[in-house]
């Protein structure tokens, strides 16, 4: 792979590029079209943005990420947990519906994708890492629920608010009385038709004798059938005299590409709330397109990917759209249709477009209970507490971590979660590696393994003390290793050598070198020396730069077993 193409993947894939590759990725296309128009309307409507904004946000990103991504099956677009996130920023700073409202949500595009290319030149892409999968899933859990409430009073047909679990439920119990029935007959049906559709439509078409493909596709389609059979309702029974709240009118044509208005005081604003954004929106496309990539044998780059989202976002900015990442389910549709390459998302783009033009008109009479459901049934797909249940009995510090995320995100808002959950992540990982496992080992008899004393019936001398240190050397661990050390060393009178067995042990910073220096002296004093056994070619490369080898009173070997044999040779 060339440099220019390992920065642009479209000069790689576009070299193979072949006709029967073209009706893979168009037949592809078309049902992630199918599937995505709704989608993009409703994901619009959650971010509280005018439903046109979903499908300019499915347009150039799609093309731009085609152009610099390097996963060949990723769908881009708009998606439920970024679309919530983006209401909770915007939210803070302009008033929902006002002009302001929308140029924030398109600088807020703008400022995710600059920060991502950013993070993607610089070779940032570590930083995700921060995000631990518990707190990634606990997060997207709380957020389906989140979600799924907040769409309850498009169910309804009543007016509500708030950012967080408590302050939406007192809102829709506050607003009930003044339920909408023909909504609530409405988005009720709707519920049941899609989870009927998601859950059995498939299997019924293929007990009638229809090819399992062509009942894929009906399947996905089964959105577009609600929304097309409520705008007919709506439009036959005047049902916006009625009271039922629709979509409204929905400007024709595409947006002119430009740079939204810059105003410092907003930018500022949304800063910190971009980077959460752009952080969890790449970690949950990178994972999307690992997963897809690996059943194809096929690689993805996560710095080349930062630049590749972020360049959809930028897109997305210049284009009245919002902010807009990998979406898990319509990339899997995207996989399962048979798309090879990103040629795909360009082509689903022109779908949009085509949409966007002609069929925008159509859509003026659609219920907005009906893109409530979509939305609903779509993120309660995303809440798994079998998760919350396997982090439990795995683990119990990350699922107090994966609990502050859910219990943080619901009753203290989106941003407060995250920030929470990746506080105490980083808490406990501080912690456990400040009291890192060391263990007293000897020799497996007839082996020259050493295992754990309290594990396993092992050899050991009464005048040698080998322990194992599993974990790297720190300035938060140094101290208790210390400690450690000296524990032993009292209970052992007849002590005269020490092995540090260092195979575990990845790296040592400054204050560790100081704390084996302070250790050395002292074992010294007691007339005991120290010894280090199975020391890594790049921990070894830094001591040497450093005293400590030379004022080391006993030796470096490698591998324990030599240790052993040496030492008790000298008696």
Same mark, same amino acid.
């Given at each position: 792979?060339?440099?220019?193409?390992?920065?642009?993947?479209?000069?790689?894939?576009?070299?193979?590029?072949?006709?029967?590759?073209?009706?893979?990725?168009?037949?592809?296309?078309?049902?992630?079209?199918?599937?995505?128009?709704?989608?993009?309307?409703?994901?619009?409507?959650?971010?509280?943005?005018?439903?046109?904004?979903?499908?300019?946000?499915?347009?150039?990103?799609?093309?731009?990420?085609?152009?610099?991504?390097?996963?060949?099956?990723?769908?881009?677009?708009?998606?439920?947990?970024?679309?919530?996130?983006?209401?909770?920023?915007?939210?803070?700073?302009?008033?929902?519906?006002?002009?302001?409202? @929308?140029? $924030? !949500?398109? %600088?807020?595009?703008?400022?995710? &994708? =600059?920060? *991502? #290319?950013?993070?993607?030149?610089?070779? /940032?892409?570590?930083?995700?890492?921060?995000?631990?999968?518990?707190?990634?899933?606990?997060?997207?859990?709380?957020?389906?629920?989140?979600?799924?409430?907040?769409?309850?009073?498009?169910?309804?047909?009543?007016?509500?608010?708030?950012?967080?679990?408590?302050?939406?439920?007192?809102?829709?119990?506050?607003?009930?009385?003044?339920?909408?029935?023909?909504?609530?007959?409405?988005?009720?049906?709707?519920?049941?038709?899609?989870?009927?559709?998601?859950?059995?439509?498939?299997?019924?078409?293929?007990?009638?004798?229809?090819?399992?493909?062509?009942?894929?596709?009906?399947?996905?389609?089964?959105?577009?059938?609600?929304?097309?059979?409520?705008? @007919?309702? $709506? !439009?036959? %029974?005047?049902?916006?005299?009625? &009271? =039922?709240? *629709? #979509?409204?009118?929905?400007?024709?044509? /595409?947006?002119?590409?430009?740079?939204?208005?810059?105003?410092?005081?907003?930018?500022?604003?949304?800063?910190?709330?971009?980077?959460?954004?752009?952080?969890?929106?790449?970690?949950?496309?990178?994972?999307?397109?690992?997963?897809?990539?690996?059943?194809?044998?096929?690689?993805?780059?996560?710095?080349?990917?930062?630049?590749?989202?972020?360049?959809?976002?930028?897109?997305?900015?210049?284009?009245?759209?919002?902010?807009?990442?990998?979406?898990?389910?319509?990339?899997?549709?995207?996989?399962?249709?048979?798309?090879?390459?990103?040629?795909?998302?360009?082509?689903?783009?022109?779908?949009?477009?085509?949409?966007?033009?002609?069929?925008?008109? @159509?859509? $003026?009479?659609?219920?907005?209970?009906?893109?409530?459901?979509?939305?609903? #049934?779509?993120?309660?797909?995303?809440?798994?507490?079998?998760?919350?249940?396997?982090?439990?009995?795995?683990?119990?510090?990350?699922?107090?971590?994966?609990?502050?995320?859910?219990?943080?995100?619901?009753?203290?808002?989106?941003?407060?979660?995250?920030?929470?959950?990746?506080?105490?992540?980083?808490?406990?990982?501080?912690?456990?590696?400040?009291?890192?496992?060391?263990?007293?080992?000897?020799?497996?008899?007839?082996?020259?393994?050493?295992?754990?004393?309290?594990?396993?019936?092992?050899?050991?001398?009464?005048?040698?003390?080998?322990?194992?240190?599993?974990?790297?050397?720190?300035?938060?661990?140094?101290?208790?290793?210390?400690?450690?050390?000296?524990?032993?060393?009292?209970?052992?009178?007849?002590?005269?050598?020490?092995?540090?067995?260092?195979?575990?042990?990845?790296?040592?910073?400054?204050?560790?070198?100081?704390?084996?220096?302070?250790?050395?002296?002292?074992?010294?004093?007691?007339?005991?020396?120290?010894?280090?056994?199975?020391?890594?070619?790049?921990?070894?490369?830094?001591?040497?730069?450093?005293?400590?080898?030379?004022?080391?009173?006993?030796?470096?070997?490698?591998?324990?077993?030599?240790?052993?044999?040496?030492?008790?040779?000298?008696?």
């Amino acid at each position: 792979m060339t440099r220019l193409s390992r920065h642009l993947p479209i000069l790689e894939w576009g070299r193979q590029y072949r006709s029967s590759t073209f009706t893979n990725d168009l037949v592809a296309a078309v049902i992630v079209t199918i599937m995505l128009i709704p989608q993009s309307l409703a994901y619009a409507m959650l971010a509280g943005l005018p439903p046109e904004v979903g499908l300019y946000a499915s347009i150039l990103p799609l093309v731009a990420y085609a152009i610099f991504g390097t996963s060949r099956t990723l769908a881009v677009g708009p998606v439920a947990v970024v679309s919530l996130m983006t209401a909770t920023a915007i939210g803070e700073i302009a008033a929902q519906g006002s002009e302001s409202y @929308l140029v $924030a !949500a398109t %600088l807020l595009a703008l400022i995710s &994708g =600059v920060m *991502l #290319v950013a993070m993607g030149l610089f070779r /940032l892409g570590f930083v995700a890492n921060f995000l631990s999968h518990p707190v990634i899933s606990g997060f997207i859990t709380a957020s389906g629920l989140l979600i799924a409430a907040g769409q309850v009073r498009h169910l309804l047909g009543v007016p509500s608010s708030g950012h967080t679990l408590p302050e939406i439920v007192t809102s829709l119990v506050e607003n009930l009385p003044s339920t909408n029935f023909p909504t609530l007959v409405i988005g009720v049906g709707v519920l049941a038709f899609l989870y009927f559709v998601r859950l059995k439509l498939k299997s019924v078409l293929v007990a009638l004798g229809i090819k399992p493909r062509l009942s894929d596709i009906a399947t996905k389609a089964g959105p577009v059938l609600a929304v097309a059979v409520t705008i @007919l309702a $709506a !439009a036959a %029974l005047n049902l916006g005299e009625e &009271g =039922v709240p *629709l #979509v409204g009118a929905i400007p024709q044509g /595409l947006p002119v590409p430009a740079l939204p208005i810059f105003d410092i005081d907003m930018i500022r604003a949304l800063a910190a709330p971009a980077l959460l954004i752009s952080l969890i929106g790449f970690v949950e496309s990178v994972s999307v397109a690992q997963t897809l990539a690996a059943k194809r044998r096929q690689r993805i780059i996560p710095d080349q990917e930062l630049i590749g989202l972020g360049a959809a976002n930028i897109a997305s900015g210049i284009s009245a759209g919002y902010p807009v990442t990998g979406g898990f389910a319509r990339s899997v549709v995207n996989f399962d249709a048979g798309a090879e390459t990103p040629a795909a998302g360009i082509y689903t783009a022109v779908g949009i477009a085509l949409a966007t033009l002609f069929l925008t008109p @159509l859509l $003026a009479n659609l219920p907005q209970a009906t893109l409530a459901a979509a939305i609903i #049934v779509a993120v309660l797909s995303l809440v798994d507490f079998a998760a919350v249940r396997r982090v439990w009995a795995y683990s119990k510090a990350d699922f107090s971590a994966m609990a502050a995320t859910i219990l943080g995100t619901l009753f203290l808002g989106v941003e407060i979660g995250v920030v929470m959950g990746v506080l105490l992540s980083l808490l406990l990982h501080l912690y456990r590696t400040s009291r890192p496992h060391m263990a007293v080992v000897g020799q497996v008899p007839g082996t020259e393994h050493f295992r754990n004393v309290d594990r396993h019936q092992v050899i050991t001398s009464p005048d040698i003390l080998s322990l194992r240190v599993d974990e790297s050397l720190y300035f938060a661990n140094t101290r208790y290793l210390e400690d450690r050390v000296a524990e032993l060393v009292a209970d052992r009178p007849e002590l005269k050598h020490v092995v540090l067995m260092c195979s575990a042990v990845n790296a040592i910073d400054a204050s560790a070198l100081e704390s084996l220096e302070e250790i050395n002296h002292r074992l010294n004093d007691a007339g005991i020396t120290l010894h280090l056994s199975e020391v890594k070619g790049p921990v070894m490369d830094r001591l040497k730069r450093s005293h400590f080898l030379d004022d080391l009173t006993g030796s470096i070997f490698l591998s324990q077993y030599d240790a052993i044999v040496d030492l008790n040779a000298m008696r």
